[in-house]
């Protein structure tokens, strides 16, 4: 069954290698530009003693590489169209599955060995256009550490394999229950975005409470390494939260919430910010710290895992019920 | 007791192959199979035949396992057809539309046969097409339609199956190929321990090489039989315009054609036609097939002279 499998996917496998090939390569050029960039820049700034300020100074991987980067969101989406839906609605519609079905192996084998194989590639390529674009990443996320955010955590470290072996799975299941191959891309590509955009925007803030710190207000947030920002904003000296104004060292998002006594006195932001101190206001954030980007990672992707696993279930109880 | 055991061997030997009962297939509004009880013995090459939308396909398709009835049963080697290796490799199956992978070459299908099935004869497909000059290395979607065909036909032929349930095989063939077929699959049969159902419409070909019938019309079952008996049974009675309600008493009458001058009826005999009246003769296979799916077709033989049409069923 195996052979059978590679007889008919060896061409797309062949152009989908070819593929990486390009792209890793790409990558594997400005990958070590930036990287050599990142370090030259690390030696005069150490000669300098100005390394604290880096990251205002310095942008890393600037250009159409970054919009390419970008692009790798859309990797898992291109297996599930590519792979995903064709694999059991082409052979319907084409009638091949009463050929495949009349040989001497059941269907459940012929959807074992196939659904199998789909997901292994999808997980395979996926998983290496996402080590590529992280270890691309690595200076540029050093130098200004922003890999926890929408957008960039989804296309670093485990969680594309997760969105690729999903995106497969919704393919060869819409593509089951539609029965036809087209119809069912486009369902596998709208109900994809769809359940990427809400994990993305709406799920995944929830997969732990947030944290919410309160410090002074003539001060930044240290929120260590690559932390998500979820928001931010004054505690009143009674304890009140409030998000109509945010302050920080040269900045103030909000001007008219500032309190009466201060407003009059704003000469300089730094000395409004010091007389809010000492009328006893705080600054507060909230945000998923940096150190929760792997646990976050990991729950992701099993959730997407185990979404796929639903899926494949699906499959496998129409395929064998229903007429070939 | 020596009779009484030869007896039952005979019994043994006479198994049917292929035996459905109440056999029925329901698509949401459309009825295509309505308890459907044929059996076909062991070894015959039997002919389903019936007009378009009949149920033959979707026969041929519950016998294979392709699709499950919705009523009924269907015995296939002594059990339902079903996702068994083993039973599987006993069935060869060829739809209408002879599905291949278009972008794969016959060499590549045959690799794909050898490695999904027990017994596999690489070497008589790769005879077969050779002989008929079809190329190995081309994809099939590249062949015409009826290389295709054959190329289909000899890959179902080449799992050396038990049982062969062939959809319209000959309707994409020219006479030529058809005749090589036709002389494959009694060579086939001949080699023993093969019982095959072929629907077709080219009766004269279903003639030449079928001895047993399955006659489908209206996703019903009118005619299920050895063709020899068929013929025994089926007289055509010729006679003066008159009153067929003597005859259709003691025989079937399948049809009825009415002409100013004289009747004619093709019936289902239920013993010798004895009245002097009807000058009587043999029913040949095409007679008989057409007499009965006419049947369903109010247009036939409707001219200014009517034929009035008489249901069999209402007669049993």
Redesign the interface.
Known sequence: MTWVIWRQYRLSAAVAGAILAAFAILMLITGLKIAAEWHSALVTCAKDRTCGNLSQSLYLGGGPMRAVTALTLLVPLLFGMFWGSPAVARERETGTVQFAWMQSVTRRRWLSVKVGWLLLASAVFGGAVAGIVTWWYSPVNALKPDQFSPGNFDIQGIVPIGYAVFAVALGIAAGTLIGRSLPALAVTCGVFLAIRMAFTYVVRVHYMPAVTTIYSVTQNLNGKGAYWPLGQGIVLPNGQLTSTLSVGPGYIIGQGAIPAPCAQDSTSISSTLTCMAHLGYHSFATYQPGYRFWPFQFIETGIFVGLAAVLIAVTFFIVARRDA | MTLHGATREHGATREDVIETSGLTKRYRRVTALSDCAVSVPDGRISALVGPNGAGKTTLL?LL?G???PTAGRAVVLGGPPR????Y??E???L?Q?V??????TAQ?HI???A????RWDAESVRARLSGLRIPLDRAVGTLSGGQRAQV?LA?TLA?RPRVLLLDEPLAALDPLARRNFLATLTEAAAGGDLTIVLSSHLIADIERVCDHLILLSRSRVQVCGDVETVLAEHRILVGPRKDTTAIGQTHAIVREDTTARQTTLLVKANGPVIDPAWAVEDANLEEIVLGYMSQDDPAYGAGPETARLSAVGGDR
Request: no cysteine; charged share 20%; hydrophobic share 50%.
């Open positions: 398709r294979a392709l699709a499950a996702q068994d290796p083993a599987l490799a069935i060869g199956f739809a539309e599905p291949l992978y278009r972008r794969l590549d690799g794909i046969g490695h999904l099935n027990p289909a890959l799992k």
